[in-house]
């Protein structure tokens, strides 16, 4: 009998039994108690004038004596017309009731109490089958992961083959814990993934689901708080319950953060709901009661904020990082993701790793995608290089927006604007390759000079930070040279360039000031130990800090003007190819830079039967992605 039957038996036991109820209460209000007699019984109380009033209705009929205090009850035969006169005779006050209409009163005197059950019933159902569970608030929402799904295994994860290793021993622990515990060992109670947004934690937890064969309990770490205070609480008891139900097994709650905050960090004080459901789980992790066999897989990208009784040993004793991918790592997640994809000849995906530093794995999926996206709108039976570029300047850059009309004069502050940031990227030394410059609008940005670094970049030196804010200023300078004005869209290449010279002068100790930090970082803890700023140094101290902010700047300024001036030539050429072209690549810019013609620019494919052979010279090996990029022009508001 299936849960819905059971429940419709229940409500209907209770209807049946609250309706016998009032009835035994009706009668027991009315002050008179009724006796069952035959009727020969009834005659014989007729004659002898016992019987005050009767009730007849069909076949039943109900008396009064006359005593007062109690009263009769009998059937009557079908067909004995004597009764009525009989009863006349000996003075009986006679009451006749149809016997359809009995049932109606009935039915009516009963009504309010079955429309309360019915009410009652359709309510409770309503409330179990919606959505939100309401009478099963606090039962544990965890999803266990059935064996008959599409598994993930670790032949689908690559670029972080330590963060694998570590989980590798995880699974061994939960197949041949005899082997560790013979020696002594104890099995980890819980492991933390901890990494940017994209690099594939959830990814991991499922892997390693598909691998243990074992039950796997995925939820997340918003499920547990509701706005019914201890719902948290009850939720994590229930999940540890099922778990140790179905041990071994694996329990995966993913942006643990939501739930496990430092204590103290929120306004509702000790008695906060989150806080009482984080106590919870510290007791079911490592409490009096052991949790032998579950162990607890978690993922997140605040691990600062996160409560220290949650990271110590005994609860999460491992931490695995899941940072971004190398070279390596990113061809890897690219032969991951294109494997179900037809590849031209042409496709490097070596290449597109080498141009894509920086990139998550989320970000690499995303560009293959739009890359088959890209083949399928030109009517492609396979993808090529030139969709790969396509679909990594949308990701790097932002998507093309062909709608947005600017005027002539735009077009050309903007080229000239571009040229600049672009020449003296070109000039400087310790400066990024160029990759892109275009002037086609593009996500926010009016124009962009895209710049990649030639390899992953782990730490920045003072030399190339100042190149950075000397072509940050180029394209302000290209506008007051050549242009003889200033527009608006120097305003986000001034406000980062403010902000990293400040970062040189306050963090990073590149000023005359010396290695001091000034402003020490607080965690207001009040409001949820959000970093803030706090002024630890005096208003001396504050002027001479604006003052070497200012100075980097104008070194900066400086720098790239030089550059400008003895370019003009190069200036000019490149702002007239940007406005012909839109785009110039790192080919185009280079023979400009070198003054040499430009190359021949060949039309991409566009649908049948393309292959890479048709855009084999437009394609180059892109060099990559930078820590910054100068030259976004925000459009104006």
């Given at each position: 009998m299936n849960s819905t039957v059971k429940t419709v038996v229940f409500w209907l036991v209770i209807i049946l039994a609250g309706v016998l109820l009032w009835q035994v209460l009706k009668q027991g209000t009315s002050g008179i108690k009724e006796q069952d007699i035959n009727f020969s019984q009834f005659l014989d109380d007729v004659n002898q004038t016992k019987v005050a009033a009767v009730t007849v209705t069909g076949a039943e009929v109900h008396g009064k004596y006359k005593d007062g205090n109690s009263g009769f009850h009998t059937t009557v035969p079908p067909n004995y017309n004597d009764m009525y006169k009989d009863l006349r005779d000996k003075g009986v006050n006679i009451t006749v009731k149809d016997n359809q209409g009995s049932s109606w009163q009935w039915i009516l005197n009963f009504a309010p109490l079955i429309l309360l059950g019915a009410l009652w019933f359709f309510m409770i159902r309503q409330m179990q089958t919606g959505g939100n569970k309401a009478l099963s608030f606090g039962k544990s929402r965890a999803r266990l992961l059935s064996m008959n799904q599409k598994k993930v295994t670790f032949k689908d994860v690559a670029g972080v083959d330590e963060a694998k290793e570590e989980l590798k021993e995880i699974i061994e622990f939960l197949r041949e814990a005899q082997k560790f515990q013979k020696l002594g060992g104890r099995i980890p109670k819980g492991v933390l993934l901890v990494g940017p947004p994209g690099t594939g934690k959830t990814l991991l937890a499922r892997a390693v689901a598909g691998e243990a064969n074992v039950p796997f309990f995925s939820i997340s770490g918003s499920d547990f708080v509701e706005m019914f205070v201890g719902v948290g609480a009850s939720r994590v008891r229930d999940l540890f319950e099922q778990g140790k139900k179905n041990a071994p097994c694996i329990i995966f709650i993913d942006e643990i953060d939501a739930v496990g905050r430092h204590r103290g960090a929120g306004l509702g004080g000790g008695h906060d709901e989150r806080e009482q459901t984080l106590n919870q789980l510290l007791v079911e992790m490592d409490g009096f009661e052991s949790n032998e066999g579950v162990i607890l897989v978690a993922a997140t990208n605040r691990p600062d904020v996160l409560d220290p009784a949650l990271l110590r040993p005994g609860r999460f004793d491992r931490r695995v990082v899941v940072s971004r991918p190398d070279v390596r790592g990113r061809e890897e997640i690219l032969r991951v993701h294109s494997r179900k994809i037809p590849l031209a000849d042409d496709v490097d995906l070596s290449v597109l790793a080498r141009g894509t530093p920086g990139f998550s794995g989320a970000d690499l999926a995303n560009m293959v995608n739009e890359a088959a996206l890209n083949a399928a709108r030109q009517n492609r039976k396979v993808v090529l290089m030139y969709d790969f570029e396509?679909?990594?300047?949308?990701?790097?850059?932002?998507?093309?927006?062909?709608?947005?009309?600017?005027?002539?004069?735009?077009?050309?502050?903007?080229?000239?604007?571009?040229?600049?940031?672009?020449?003296?990227?070109?000039?400087?030394?310790?400066?990024?390759?160029?990759?892109?410059?275009?002037?086609?609008?593009?996500?926010?940005?009016?124009?962009?000079?895209?710049?990649?670094?030639?390899?992953?970049?782990?730490?920045?030196?003072?030399?190339?930070?100042?190149?950075?804010?000397?072509?940050?200023?180029?394209?302000?300078?290209?506008?007051?040279?050549?242009?003889?004005?200033?527009?608006?869209?120097?305003?986000?290449?001034?406000?980062?360039?403010?902000?990293?010279?400040?970062?040189?002068?306050?963090?990073?100790?590149?000023?005359?000031?010396?290695?001091?930090?000034?402003?020490?970082?607080?965690?207001?803890?009040?409001?949820?130990?959000?970093?803030?700023?706090?002024?630890?140094?005096?208003?001396?101290?504050?002027?001479?800090?604006?003052?070497?902010?200012?100075?980097?700047?104008?070194?900066?300024?400086?720098?790239?003007?030089?550059?400008?001036?003895?370019?003009?030539?190069?200036?000019?050429?490149?702002?007239?190819?940007?406005?012909?072209?839109?785009?110039?690549?790192?080919?185009?810019?280079?023979?400009?830079?070198?003054?040499?013609?430009?190359?021949?620019?060949?039309?991409?494919?566009?649908?049948?039967?393309?292959?890479?052979?048709?855009?084999?010279?437009?394609?180059?090996?892109?060099?990559?992605?930078?820590?910054?990029?100068?030259?976004?022009?925000?459009?104006?508001?």
């Open positions: 396509v679909s990594k300047d949308k990701v790097l850059m932002g998507a093309e927006r062909k709608s947005m009309l600017l005027t002539d004069d735009e077009k050309k502050v903007t080229a000239y604007h571009e040229a600049g940031h672009a020449l003296v990227a070109a000039k400087l030394p310790h400066a990024d390759p160029l990759h892109k410059v275009t002037i086609i609008p593009r996500g926010m940005a009016l124009g962009v000079t895209m710049q990649l670094p030639e390899t992953d970049k782990h730490n920045y030196t003072r030399d190339y930070l100042e190149t950075m804010l000397a072509i940050m200023m180029g394209g302000r300078l290209a506008e007051e040279i050549f242009l003889n004005q200033m527009s608006t869209g120097a305003g986000n290449d001034i406000e980062r360039a403010t902000e990293l010279a400040r970062q040189m002068v306050c963090e990073y100790g590149m000023s005359k000031l010396g290695p001091l930090t000034f402003g020490k970082k607080e965690e207001q803890i009040f409001l949820g130990r959000e970093i803030s700023q706090h002024r630890d140094y005096s208003e001396d101290t504050a002027i001479k800090i604006d003052g070497e902010v200012r100075r980097l700047i104008q070194e900066g300024y400086d720098k790239a003007k030089h550059v400008l001036e003895t370019g003009t030539d190069v200036m000019h050429a490149m702002a007239k190819a940007l406005l012909e072209r839109e785009v110039l690549d790192a080919i185009e810019i280079k023979a400009l830079v070198e003054g040499r013609p430009m190359p021949n620019r060949i039309n991409p494919p566009s649908g049948g039967n393309a292959t890479g052979d048709d855009v084999q010279q437009v394609l180059r090996p892109e060099p990559s992605r930078p820590g910054l990029q100068p030259g976004e022009r925000p459009s104006p508001a």
